[in-house]
């Protein structure tokens, strides 16, 4: 058996058997390069079936693995961008309404948003009675300001 014709005899299967391999990888890498060289190698497997010549399929696939690296590079720039107060929950609460939890004392307190006790203190420093109903104007980290509603 001589391995190195074998080698050359590169079919549709082979290429399938590299996508899966590069797709593989980048399932479990934290990069996303490897997904187009394995969907160049998937349209260079069926490519294979109607081209016989190994260096023409070859070929194909870089051309297509830098095109689709370069392309996938500048077209989706929307994707890349963060999405507004993803992770900052505090943010999102801004303009809510909530409920004085306990009595402010120099201004600071508690509220319930929801189902869930926030650290406040009052815009203007007063002290709020618990039930009364204010509304969030401001974020910082886990403390939120708030003015009687």
Same mark, same amino acid.
């Given at each position: 058996?001589?391995?190195?014709?074998?080698?050359?005899? $590169?079919?549709?299967? @082979?290429?399938?058997?590299? *996508? =899966?391999? &590069?797709?593989?990888?980048?399932?479990?890498?934290? #990069?996303?390069?490897?997904?187009?060289?394995?969907?160049?190698?998937?349209?260079?497997?069926?490519?294979?079936?109607?081209?016989?010549?190994?260096?023409?399929?070859?070929?194909?696939?870089?051309?297509?693995?830098?095109?689709? $690296?370069?392309?996938? @590079?500048?077209?989706?720039? *929307? =994707?890349? &961008?963060?999405?507004?107060?993803?992770?900052?929950? #505090?943010?999102?609460?801004?303009?809510?309404?909530?409920?004085?939890?306990?009595?402010?004392?120099?201004?600071?307190?508690?509220?319930?948003?929801?189902?869930?006790?926030?650290?406040?203190?009052?815009?203007?420093?007063?002290?709020?009675?618990?039930?009364?109903?204010?509304?969030?104007? =401001?974020?910082?980290?886990?403390?939120?300001?708030?003015?009687?509603?």
């Amino acid at each position: 058996m001589d391995f190195g014709a074998l080698l050359l005899e $590169v079919g549709p299967f @082979h290429w399938f058997a590299l *996508a =899966a391999l &590069l797709i593989g990888i980048e399932m479990v890498m934290p #990069t996303q390069y490897l997904i187009w060289p394995g969907i160049a190698a998937v349209a260079t497997g069926i490519a294979a079936f109607f081209i016989g010549d190994w260096a023409l399929q070859l070929a194909i696939f870089a051309v297509l693995s830098v095109v689709l $690296v370069v392309v996938s @590079h500048y077209l989706p720039q *929307a =994707a890349r &961008l963060p999405v507004a107060g993803l992770n900052q929950r #505090t943010d999102q609460l801004v303009g809510r309404t909530a409920t004085v939890a306990e009595d402010f004392h120099h201004g600071q307190g508690a509220v319930t948003v929801g189902d869930t006790r926030w650290s406040a203190q009052s815009v203007d420093g007063s002290d709020l009675a618990a039930g009364t109903r204010v509304e969030i104007v =401001a974020a910082e980290s886990t403390l939120l300001k708030v003015k009687q509603a």
